[in-house]
C-alpha cells in the first residue's frame, strides 16, 4: 500500500507529533508499506534520521502567509514561490514562530481549515494536483486535523481515504480569540465528514474529541503512541545525590512554571540539600521572556547552582540527560493528549510523577511506572517527589515496571500493526 503521511514542520525544535510520525512511517514501511512522511509548512526537525530523508517542503509556511494576506500572491512566478520554500528561509522565518498576533494566527488556522473556501486554497491547490498528478497515493494520512481542510478535495479529486492522526488540537483550538476559534471548530467538524477514521493516541482523548468533531466514538480509533526502546539506554542515577528531571517545550502550558515552584518547595526543605533539577526541552525565541523569569524566581530562592537548564537537545544529549534522572515530571496544566516525554523517561527506567488528568492515568495504569498528584498544585508535586525519593524500594519497582511495559506494549511495530488494520479497512470501505 502506498501511504501518504503529511506532517507539518517546526523549523527550529522538536515536537511530538514530528517524532511519533517519523516512528509510524519506519514501522509502517517494516510491514511492506511503501510510507513516505511528506513535510509542510516548516521543515521537519526530528531527533534521529528522518524516515524520508530529501522530500520537499511542498506547501511553505511564508507561501501560505502572502497567499492568506494578499489573495493576487498566486499570481506571481512559480520560481519566486519554489525559492521561498527554501529550507533555510523557513527555518529563518520559524525563528518567529510564536510572536504572531491573535488574529493573524486564528486568521491562517481557519484559513487552513476552510480548504476550498479559504484564501490558501491556491497554494493547498498545488499539492492536491502533486498527491493526484505525481504521488498517487492509496491513503492519506494527516498528522493531525487542523490539515482536514484537504479531506474534502482529497477525497472528491483521488478518490482515496483520508486517516487523521489527532494530537492536542483542543489546546490550541481553545486558545484562539474569538471569532476564529467557533468557526475553526465548526470548520473542522464540516471536514470531518470526509474523513475515514480518525486516531486518538488515547481513550481520555477519544472520548473528548468524538463530540467536538460531531462523529461517533466508533470512528476514532484509540492507538497508543510507541518509541524504539532499543534507542534508548537505562539511566544511572546517584541515589544519595538524587536529580529531578523536566523536558518539553519550556512553557507555562507544559507546567513548567508548577515544576519550577515545586523544585523551589523541595530544594529548601531540610536534608533536601543535595538534590538537583535538569530542566531541557524546546526552547524559542519567543520563550526567552518566560524562561528568563523563572530563572530570577530561582535565582532569588537562592538555588541557581542547582539548576541545570538545557535547552534544544540533540538526541544524543537526549540520552544523557535521562542518564542522569532519578525522577521526572512534565506537571502539564492542560489535558495532554499523550505525552510521549513519559514514555521516553519510563524506557529508561525513570519513574514519572505527573497530574492526575488528561492521558497520564491511562498511561500510569497501563504501565506502572509512575504516580499521580493533584493537578496545578506545586506543593502536592513536592510532596510526592519527597515520598519517592524516600522510598528506594518503590522508586525500583516503578523503574523496573515501567521500562516492562513500554518494552512490551508501546513498541512501534505495534502501532505499526494497529495503523496498518485502520488503513486497510478504509481501503476496504
Not at 502506498?2 to 509502517?28: E, Q, Y
Not at 479559504?118 to 497554494?123: D, I, L, M, S, V
Not at 494497529?418 to 488503513?423: G, S
Amino acid at each position: 500500500m502506498r501511504v501518504l503521511h503529511l506532517t507539518p514542520g517546526t523549523g527550529t525544535f522538536h515536537c511530538g507529533s514530528c517524532l511519533r510520525d517519523n516512528v509510524l512511517i519506519k514501522a509502517l514501511r517494516g510491514r511492506g508499506h511503501e510510507a513516505i512522511m511528506v513535510p509542510l509548512y516548516l521543515p521537519l526537525v526530528t531527533d534521529r534520521e528522518p524516515a524520508s530523508p530529501g522530500q520537499e517542503i511542498r506547501v511553505g509556511g511564508i507561501n501560505l502567509y502572502f497567499q492568506q494576506k494578499f489573495p493576487w500572491f498566486y499570481h506571481l512566478p512559480e520560481w519566486l514561490h519554489r525559492a521561498l520554500n527554501r529550507p533555510a528561509l523557513l527555518r529563518l522565518a520559524a525563528r518567529g514562530m510564536g510572536m504572531t498576533s491573535a488574529r493573524l494566527l486564528g486568521e491562517m488556522t481557519l484559513g487552513s481549515l476552510l480548504g476550498k473556501d479559504g484564501r490558501q486554497w491556491a497554494e493547498w491547490r498545488k499539492l492536491v494536483t502533486w498527491l493526484k498528478d505525481n504521488a498517487h497515493p492509496d491513503v492519506v494520512s494527516l498528522s493531525n486535523s487542523l490539515l482536514t481542510g484537504l479531506a474534502p478535495a482529497i477525497r472528491e479529486e483521488l478518490g482515496v481515504p483520508v486517516v487523521v492522526s489527532l494530537q492536542g488540537e483542543d489546546s490550541f483550538l481553545d486558545t484562539l480569540a474569538e471569532p476564529w476559534k467557533e468557526q475553526a471548530w465548526e470548520a473542522l467538524q464540516r471536514n470531518a465528514e470526509s474523513v475515514c477514521r480518525f486516531i486518538a493516541p488515547s481513550r481520555f482523548y477519544q472520548e473528548m474529541m468524538a463530540p467536538r468533531l460531531g462523529v461517533p466514538l466508533d470512528r476514532i480509533t484509540v492507538l497508543p503512541n510507541a518509541l524504539p526502546a532499543h534507542a534508548f539506554h537505562s539511566a544511572e542515577p546517584d541515589l544519595r545525590r538524587p536529580v529531578i528531571g523536566y523536558l518539553a517545550r519550556m512553557i507555562h502550558g507544559k507546567g513548567l512554571t508548577t515544576f519550577v515552584d515545586a523544585l523551589i518547595d523541595l530544594a529548601t526543605q531540610p536534608g533536601r540539600e543535595r538534590v538537583r533539577f535538569h530542566i531541557g526541552g524546546a526552547l524559542t525565541p519567543a520563550d526567552h521572556a518566560y524562561v528568563e523569569d523563572l530563572k530570577k524566581k530561582i535565582q532569588q530562592a537562592g538555588l541557581t547552582s542547582r539548576v541545570t537548564w538545557m535547552p534544544n537537545l540533540t538526541f544524543e544529549e537526549k540520552l544523557r540527560f535521562y542518564r542522569d534522572l532519578t525522577l521526572f515530571s512534565v506537571p502539564a496544566t492542560y489535558g495532554e493528549a499523550f505525552g510521549l516525554y513519559v514514555l521516553e523517561a519510563m524506557t529508561c527506567g525513570v519513574p514519572v510523577v505527573q497530574p492526575q488528568h488528561g492521558a497520564f492515568p491511562e498511561l500510569i495504569d497501563a504501565t506502572g511506572g509512575g504516580v499521580l498528584c493533584a493537578p496545578d498544585d506545586a506543593a502536592a508535586l513536592a510532596r510526592a517527589w519527597a515520598e519517592l525519593l524516600d522510598d528506594p524500594e518503590r522508586l525500583a519497582d516503578l523503574r523496573q515496571a515501567g521500562q516492562r511495559a513500554v518494552a512490551r506494549d508501546f513498541q512501534p511495530t505495534l502501532m505499526a500493526e494497529r495503523f496498518d488494520a485502520v488503513l486497510t479497512e478504509c481501503r476496504s470501505a
